[in-house]
């Protein structure tokens, strides 16, 4: 059940009070027994409410990162065959979204370097390994880590900037 705001809630702060002041301990630090009042049920639902508009408010604020999240969720359900109902499949996700940017950037750009050598043994074949190494070196200097990572930032601003 879903608690939508309405005009006779309270604001967070005071019903959050309200909410401390009923659940007090004693001097023997037990919780006291009470009945609740209309205020106490008005206070519940008014930090209900409030929890509500902001995990509404994160979605409607965060497109692009939902979109993301829930293109990698479905691909992860394709490749494990289940559902999202799976523990491990959030726990995987929830792994990923843990890690820090720059091993992001860092996985990126080893692909990149990789990615372009192969292309260049392709090209060169195995005979002409020197020339690949050769163009491989150049590669890397032209399209730097600091290169790649201010790249990456610019087009990721780009479609903030774009989509959001």
């Given at each position: 059940?879903?608690?939508?705001?309405?005009?006779?809630?309270?604001?967070?702060?005071?019903?959050?009070?309200?909410?401390?002041?009923?659940?007090?301990?004693?001097?023997?630090?037990?919780?006291?027994?009470?009945?609740?009042?209309?205020?106490?049920?008005?206070?519940?639902?008014?930090?209900?409410?409030?929890?509500?508009?902001?995990?509404?408010?994160?979605?409607?604020?965060?497109?692009?990162?939902?979109?993301?999240?829930?293109?990698?969720?479905?691909?992860?359900?394709?490749?494990?065959?289940?559902?999202?109902?799976?523990?491990?499949?959030?726990?995987?996700?929830?792994?990923?979204?843990?890690?820090?940017?720059?091993?992001?950037?860092?996985?990126?750009?080893?692909?990149?370097?990789?990615?372009?050598?192969?292309?260049?043994?392709?090209?060169?074949?195995?005979?002409?390994?020197?020339?690949?190494?050769?163009?491989?070196?150049?590669?890397t200097e032209v399209y730097s880590p600091e290169f790649v990572m201010s790249k990456l930032n610019e087009m990721a601003s780009e479609a903030i900037n774009r989509f959001s």
């Amino acid at each position: 059940m879903s608690i939508k705001y309405k005009k006779e809630y309270w604001n967070v702060k005071k019903s959050g009070i309200r909410l401390l002041w009923r659940f007090q301990k004693d001097e023997s630090g037990r919780f006291k027994n009470f009945t609740p009042t209309e205020a106490d049920e008005i206070s519940l639902k008014s930090v209900l409410a409030w929890v509500n508009r902001q995990s509404d408010n994160n979605v409607n604020n965060n497109h692009l990162f939902v979109k993301l999240f829930v293109y990698h969720l479905t691909t992860e359900i394709r490749e494990s065959e289940t559902s999202i109902f799976d523990s491990f499949l959030q726990a995987k996700v929830s792994l990923l979204l843990n890690k820090p940017l720059a091993l992001f950037y860092e996985a990126f750009k080893q692909d990149l370097y990789i990615n372009q050598f192969q292309r260049l043994i392709k090209e060169k074949g195995i005979v002409d390994d020197k020339d690949a190494v050769i163009d491989y070196t150049r590669f890397t200097e032209v399209y730097s880590p600091e290169f790649v990572m201010s790249k990456l930032n610019e087009m990721a601003s780009e479609a903030i900037n774009r989509f959001s």
